[in-house]
């Protein structure tokens, strides 16, 4: 059966509305890029000549991150030292609007922070320097730290323990978090880090990395069957509805208690930093799965999520716009990249053509029911130049020019029928009674009208010949009229 394509924009609409409590270690991400040229001479190691620097909230921070930049509202639980990496934290924190953060300080210990040394021109990482104590939350600080998290569980959607074993979710505040949220009916996804997958018992759902996975079950986990194997006993031991293992360039495989295991091939993209993209999976689950999708329909979006985030450099976010990009059949995103709406966004693709010296050409018309004239016409348009950009009457327009009544459809659908052709890179609507404002704004190589018409009947002849372009008289297709069409769909005959 194939898969169906995604609602993303009514997922999207959904996610909107929901929150994520989102507990766990939070750290300051710092990566310095620059070149490497030489060996040391005091060691047999590169040197990196720092060029750059940049500051990310990291770890299940940047969960946080991606739960907000998806559209979801994130209520973030998290623990800092006494110190300025602290500080930076919750002031970057701050700035983002859809996070909430309920940070609790413990002077004993110090912020979490990591520095990466990364070759600019490779991609590579040289070096990372921590500075961390790894060891969990004392009585007193679990305590408050349990005291936060219980009442912020209710206003949530689902909650989800991202576990960087750095001391926050200790056994007892997991104990005291998965307990609560099972009682309020919250489903809970857990990032786990402990090998003892017990301590996680009752959370819905479990999403551990093929190495920790394999070290967690004593298991190659080495091929989807074998992952599958190997999670029977340990679903039952951490009495979880699903567990989803990811692969990096292998994909990911989820086994749910209660079906059939899906497998999904990681998305085609160049790998530019994977730093991070373990927050992005566990953060598109959080937000599909709290705005009632499905498995797969979950594991889509954290698959298609984590490929957006492994292209960027650093610890990256991942926007809705991009993963709606990258998660649609491209040509269901057709007539969204290719309808102009805004005058800018024309100049500016003008001006990146030009830049590119393609010839650019134009064509016009009120194409209200989409013959194959219509399409012979911008076929040959399209030959006659680089990019072909089509100027659309509006609905206003059609009315001024064909009677009242028409257009048959509206100009959104026109636009959206004449985008999805491949001969078409854009489509521009005007509300004049002819396209010669646009046509002076363009100033295209190529002005292309059907052959009925003489060159001087050719609106804005002037405007492209004196620009030096010329203009392109196409033969028509005869036997074919949209005023034609209409009367025969009107019950007019033939």
């Known amino acids: ?102 940070l609790v300080c413990d002077p004993s210990r110090p912020t979490t922070r990591k520095v990466r040394f990364v070759s600019e021109h490779f991609s590579t990482h040289m070096l990372r320097a921590d500075w961390e104590q790894a060891v969990p939350a004392s009585d007193d600080i679990e305590t408050r730290l349990i005291d936060v998290i219980l009442p912020q569980i209710a206003r949530a959607d689902i909650v989800l323990l991202s576990d960087y074993a750095k001391g926050v979710l200790t056994a007892r505040v997991i104990r005291h978090t998965i307990d609560a949220a099972r009682t309020l009916g919250k489903p809970v996804i857990v990032d786990p880090k402990s090998l003892n997958w017990a301590i996680y018992r009752g959370a819905t759902l479990l999403t551990p990395n093929r190495k920790e996975f394999s070290e967690a079950t004593r298991s190659r986990a080495d091929t989807p069957q074998s992952i599958v194997d190997a999670s029977e006993d340990v679903m039952r031991l951490a ?15 989820l086994v749910p208690r209660n079906g059939e295991a899906v497998h999904v ?48 450099q650093g610890t990256a976010s991942v926007s809705a716009a991009e993963l709606r990009r990258k998660i649609l059949p491209h040509a269901y995103l057709a007539a969204e990249e290719k309808i102009v709406l805004e005058p800018d966004t024309l100049d500016a693709q003008l001006a990146q053509w030009r830049r590119q010296d393609l010839r650019v050409g134009f064509t016009n018309g009120c194409f209200d029911i989409l013959h194959p004239g219509h399409v012979k016409v911008l076929t040959a348009a399209r030959g006659a130049c680089d990019r072909l950009i089509v100027g659309l009457n509006s609905d206003a327009s059609v009315r001024r020019l064909k009677g009242a009544d028409r257009p048959v459809q509206d100009e959104r659908a026109r636009a959206e029928v004449l985008a999805a052709l491949e001969a078409v890179d854009l489509v521009v609507i005007f509300e004049e009674d002819t396209p010669i404002d646009l046509i002076t704004r363009i100033k295209p190589s190529a002005l292309v ?41 009107r019950g007019g005959g033939k």
């Open 1 to 102: 059966m194939p898969t169906p394509i995604l609602d993303f924009d009514a997922l999207a609409q959904a996610i909107s509305s929901r929150t994520v409590l989102c507990i766990g270690d939070i750290m300051l991400d710092e990566f310095v890029y620059g070149e490497v040229s030489r060996i040391s001479p005091e060691a047999p190691a590169p040197v990196i000549a720092a060029q750059r620097s940049e500051i990310h909230i990291g770890g299940a921070g940047n969960v946080a991150r991606n739960i907000a930049s998806l559209g979801a509202r994130c209520i973030f639980v998290g623990l800092v030292g006494e110190d300025d990496a602290g500080k930076r934290l919750e002031a970057a924190l701050a700035e983002h609007a859809g996070i909430e953060s309920v």
């Open 449 to 489: 009208k059907g052959g009925d018409y003489t060159r001087e009947q050719v609106v804005g002849h002037e405007v492209v010949e004196a620009a030096g372009g010329t203009v392109v008289l196409v033969d028509i297709l005869q036997g074919f009229s949209t005023t034609a069409l209409v009367h025969r769909a």
């Open 239 to 253: 009495d979880c509805e699903a567990i989803l293992v990811t692969q990096g360039e292998h994909g990911m495989t």
């Open 265 to 312: 091939p990681a998305v085609p993209v160049k790998v530019r930093d994977v730093s991070g993209a373990g927050d992005t999976v566990a953060a598109a689950l959080a937000v599909s799965l709290a705005a009632g999708a499905d498995w797969d329909t979950a594991l889509r979006m954290a698959n298609a999520a984590a490929a957006v985030a492994v292209g960027k």
